[in-house]
Nanobody
């Protein structure tokens, strides 16, 4: 059974950058279409970005132009480079398979604040 561990979050000022990582253990990462999600306080979890096996990517409207999703199959790792961060990006960020998601990990907290 595959599971994912997110890391790289932290406190950053508006306009700053962070790079999140998602490491897979178990399973076969190379065949998964993967995605990033986030959940702000009091809100439902929302989709942020998807990366397909071909390397094609799709972004939510809020992420487009500021975030970049990527993956390194040799390291079983997916990344989310987040630039020009805004206070409304504050959330716990999660990764999972885009299709047939498995149990959610603990996520990584991103706080954008002065």
């Amino acid at each position: 059974q595959v599971h994912f561990v997110e890391s790289g979050g932290g406190l950053v000022q508006p306009g700053g950058s962070l790079r999140l990582s998602c490491v897979a253990s178990g399973g076969n990462f190379n065949i998964y279409t993967m995605a990033w999600y986030r959940q702000a306080p009091g809100m439902q979890r929302e989709w942020v970005a998807t990366i397909y096996l071909t390397g094609n990517t799709v972004y939510s409207q809020s992420a487009k132009g500021r975030f970049t999703i990527s993956r390194d199959n040799s390291k079983k790792t997916m990344y989310l480079q987040m630039n020009i961060l805004k206070p409304e990006d504050t959330a716990v960020y999660y990764c999972n398979r885009a299709v047939d998601p498995v149990a959610w990990g603990l996520g990584t907290q991103v706080t954008v604040s002065t």
